[in-house]
């Protein structure tokens, strides 16, 4: 399937002013459904709210009017399940919707399903084995990434103007950039994550999967009731010139140093600096905190929603059996031990401040870089671990930092999608969105 976007969500906004405005976007939001409902991207979805007769009691003039978005489906949402994508939730139905939910409803955008996604967020290709495989609808054969798998099929396929996905180390950007579209990570508390089930309190945070750039920043300026974001050149840009372009398949180095190109030319500073230091500290980051995390997090989500279903007997459901067995070892052998925490901890704090010395020293608005290593992986590749440690590698370090990261689409028409990673410093995210439109114009023009 080639994407067509048909406008900007802007756009889709001010027709759905218009009742037949609205009606014509619901029937296609609706028939692009009906087109994929065998491709496993959503668990659960409500046809009657894409129906103009939904909306007959509702104000056309919200700023998010009658947008019909999706989310992860371990987000809660009053009416559906939240089954975070495993058999042992699959009846853990939420009396509340998640706050980023209730606020995205009360902005007047209309959530019709939940997405599909790798089981209880712990993995990257969103092969599900209750679910079903979320299939990429941009590249057939090949994965969609995850976890947030079923959230970017949807956006990519038409059905949904834009989804709510979650990010411990990559979950939304990783998607995004398979899918050939544009994923955010915002500041770590920029988006509320209660009502959320999580992995790692000390990395998720929601994010949004949208089209575009602007479509990002559409959606982030609505969600924070701020003005309208406005393109802005970047002067300083750092490129990391060792640890997160090494070891590159040859479109993605291809794709990004011609990306690099055209901003050079466009009269940007392109600053290179050695990155090793940030890959090496995250190594004992990475794995061993949100695994640590999820034995102390994710029993206390169940015991706050009072979820009957214990801990052990949701694990032990698990189809994902690689998953199921990792799980297993740590409550059985202690696989990450409290001093390998410390030290991941210790790790995380020299990190972030090797973060703020790399942007001080080197005067940096911004640094970009493949969103992933390699290209978009085979169906039957999907399970090697190299392919794993590739989609993960390069995201990851902005989700310990607790920095904002987008990843925007670069591939050229007709081959496989390759994503460009923006990041900058903690609680600049309308910058960095503002100067992120400025690239993408830069780049596609």
Sequence with gaps: MEIKHRCSLANEVAQNHNPSGLAENNAYHLGQ????????????????????????????????????????????ARGFATTAGTRGLDDFIPEDDAPIIAKLKDL?????????????????????????????????????????GGSAASVAAGVSA????????????????????????????????????????TKDTPGFIAPTVEDIA??????????????????????PSEFMWEGLDNKVSEACNRAVNKLRNAGIEIIQFDD??????NVSVQFPIPFYDFFIDFPRFLLKHKIKRSFD??????????????????????????DDYMAGITALGKLRAVWYELFDVHNLD???????????????????PAIFEKLVRNTDIASSVGAPSL???????????????????????????????????????
């Design 218 to 239: 559409f959606l982030d300026a609505a969600l924070m009731n701020e003005s309208p974001i406005k393109s802005e050149k970047p002067r300083r840009i750092g490129v």
């Design 366 to 384: 911004l640094i970009i870089y493949p969103t992933v290593s390699c290209d978009v992986p085979l169906i039957e590749d999907a399970e090697e």
């Design 276 to 281: 090793r230091k940030l890959g090496h500290l």
């Design 313 to 338: 007997s949701i694990i032990n459901q698990l189809t994902d059996q690689k998953v199921n067995q990792i799980l297993k070892n740590q409550l059985q052998k202690n696989s990450v031990s409290w």
């Design 33 to 76: 459904y009906h087109k994929t409902r065998n491709d496993n991207y959503f668990i659960s979805f409500d046809e009657s709210l894409l129906s103009t007769e939904s909306y007959k009691e509702k104000t056309y003039k919200q700023p998010l009017s009658g947008l019909p978005f999706s989310c992860k489906d371990n987000i809660n």
């Design 407 to 445: 990843t925007l689409p670069i591939g050229l028409q007709g081959e496989l999608s390759v994503g460009l990673s923006v990041d900058g410093l903690p609680n600049t995210d309308r910058q960095l969105l503002s100067q992120s439109m400025d690239i993408a114009a830069i780049l596609h023009h």
């Design 162 to 201: 834009f989804a709510v996905g979650t990010d411990t180390g990559g979950s939304v950007r990783i998607p995004a950039s398979l899918c050939g579209l544009a994923g955010f990570r915002p500041t770590k508390g920029r988006y509320p994550r209660e009502g959320i089930v999580p992995v790692s309190d």
């Design 108 to 148: 007047g955008a209309v959530l019709c399903g939940k997405n599909n996604m790798h089981e209880l967020s712990f993995g990257v290709t969103s092969r599900n084995g209750h679910w079903g495989n979320v299939e990429n609808p941009v590249h057939p054969g090949r994965i969609v990434g995850g976890s947030s």
